[in-house]
């Protein structure tokens, strides 16, 4: 079993920052390739970033690319996201998901991760 834990949402105008951690438990943090998903009122749940085991490798949705920035610290068990340039549209809650699958594949796709915070809410003004 892997416990995650969000922390570091709020409230922000547009145009401000903020940096959200995720804090895992259980298992082996390394082993997993981690993602950030999140969910506006009414809507699905969509995929923001993933981070490959060592960190080395990043993937993010069209939508925050050059604003949002996935890092990831192992002895620490944390995945970070940090959001700059925020918007009134990036209002959501915000999940961060391990995936266990043994290739490291940073995939996009919900389904594909085992393990899921219970998220942060992030709400931007105007």
């Known amino acids: 079993q892997v416990q995650l834990v969000e922390s570091g949402g709020g409230l922000v105008q547009a145009g401000g920052s903020l940096r959200l951690s995720c804090a895992a438990s259980?298992?082996?943090?390394?082993?997993?390739?981690m993602g950030w998903f999140r969910q506006a009122p009414g809507k699905e749940r969509k995929f923001v970033a993933a981070?490959?085991?060592?960190?080395?490798?990043?993937r993010y949705a069209d939508s925050v690319k050059g604003g949002f920035t996935i890092s990831r610290h192992n002895a620490k068990n944390t995945v970070y996201l940090q959001m700059n340039s925020l918007k009134p549209e990036d209002t959501a809650v915000y999940f961060c998901a391990a995936r266990t699958e043994g290739y490291g594949i940073l995939t996009a796709t919900r389904q594909s991760y085992d393990y899921w915070g219970q998220g942060t809410q992030v709400t931007v003004s105007s």
């Open positions: 259980g298992r082996a943090f390394s082993n997993f390739v």
């Open positions: 981070i490959s085991k060592s960190g080395g490798s990043t």
